[in-house]
């Protein structure tokens, strides 16, 4: 350990305090020297620093788990080998733009689930990007001359617009572009929790409903600072700017410690294919007793670390674990040991024989139909 690290009560403090300076030097250099900086934003800025260290300390807990730890280190072993870096890029790039650009996973339960999870997903990111970008100061914009306007990212001018063009009109507006998704996906999202009961029994105000509350109430708050100041000639447009500052910085410190924390981590599904697929949906790993293939041969080494981390002791007299045989096979095993019985050999999908001659079926298909066929002495 460091003398720098000792200077800290927990190496998550001080990968916060990192963070937070990380933020100040890109918001010093955006700025160039915080000569750029806008007051207005202050309280966004203090709500984002809150956020910045909220989900820091939420990301270390979670990568300390065993699973998610165990993953990661996965992840970075498979990232480090070059005959693996084909494989690797292909999966990431195919996983990321169809579960996290496209978000299919959610579209498998339904056409409404996809659309309403869309929306809000690519419109509370749009919303960050710009917000954080406007609030550090890595982006604004700078008159050239009364028609003009120039895009400054990090302190380097970059694109040229006429201030009544097209894309200036979308800069302006892409704020009110993405907090109309937020609010279609957040309308959708409370009309089907009201409309399925069956979500009655399970679903939590402080965790299911609670967030899409303050998405509502952020979103609606920005729509009536538009409509304000473009049709209404700024009436009351400092206490709505007030009102919306507010719902801002609460839903920012409540972000990390909340049920949308999953949309930060989401990225890591990308390492599933990448570590655990020889090519997509193909097994390579045979089970210890029938011989199917059902899992790889690193997943089950993982599986095994997990459990063993957290003093789960799930082998057998012989020296296998239950990670070693398919599911079928597991369930067998699980309920002879809880007859007593030994360990012969059997097919997974067949029919377990107990000692007074009750059988149970197998667990992976239905009976053939020549078990029906057998005489009762045939039975073995």
Known sequence: MSQFERSFYSKTSMYAFLVVLLLIFSMWVGTKQFSHIDMMLFGYFISSIVFAIGITIRTCSWLIRPATHQVVKRSIQNLKKKERQKRNWKAIAKTAFDNIFLQ????????????????????????????????????HFSLVDPTTYQVVVMGIPTLKMAADGLLAEFMYNILNITALMVLLGVTMALIRRSNNHNLDVTQRI????????????????GLILTVQYKFLGGWMHNYMSLLHQITVVIFLVYFPFGKLFHLPIRPLAVAVPMNYQEEVQLDTRPCQKCGTTYSSDDQITDVKEILGVQAFDLSFQDGTYAADYCPACRRKLRVMSQLNMGDPKF??????????GIHIPGFGRKRADEFYNKEEGDIK
């Open 104 to 139: 299919k996973f959610i579209f498998k339960r339904g056409i409404y689930r996809g659309i309403m999870h869309w929306m809000i997903a690519w419109g509370c990111i749009g919303s960050f990007a710009f917000t954080f970008g406007l609030t550090f100061g890595w982006i």
């Open 206 to 221: 402080e965790f299911d409903l609670f967030p899409l509350y303050m998405l509502l109430a952020v979103t609606v708050t």
């Open 347 to 356: 097919t997974p999908n067949g029919p377990i024989q107990t000692n007074n």
